[in-house]
């Protein structure tokens, strides 16, 4: 059974840094794209990063300079560098890999505050 494991949340001051890792455990997968959603409390889930099985990355444009979205093919592994951070970058950051479905990690909590 193929799970995908979130690493890498916790708190941080603003202007800080953080590393989301996100990891398939299980069988061999192919896989397409990857990315990264979050949600804050009484919030919708938000779309933050996307990056193709090419290297091809989107943002949504209020992480666009701060946050770099990358992947590990031999791994299965997508990645979230997340500087400077801001407290409204406080959610759970959600990762998704999508193979003949779209498999979800279970979030981790980032959370942006002095």
């Known amino acids: 059974q193929v799970q995908f494991v979130e690493s890498g949340g916790g708190l941080v001051q603003p202007g800080g840094s953080l590393r989301l890792s996100c990891a398939a455990s299980?069988?061999?997968?192919?896989?397409?794209?990857m990315g990264w959603y979050r949600q804050a409390p009484g919030q919708e889930r938000e779309l933050v990063a996307v990056v193709s099985s090419g290297g091809s990355t989107w943002y949504t444009g209020s992480v666009k300079g701060r946050f770099t979205i990358s992947r590990d093919n031999a791994k299965n592994t997508v990645y979230l560098q997340m500087n400077s951070l801001k407290p409204e970058d406080t959610a759970v950051y959600y990762c998704?890999?999508?193979?003949?479905?779209?498999?979800w990690g279970q979030g981790t909590q980032v959370t942006v505050s002095s």
């Open positions: 299980g069988g061999i997968l192919s896989i397409a794209g």
């Open positions: 998704y890999a999508d193979s003949w479905r779209r498999y």
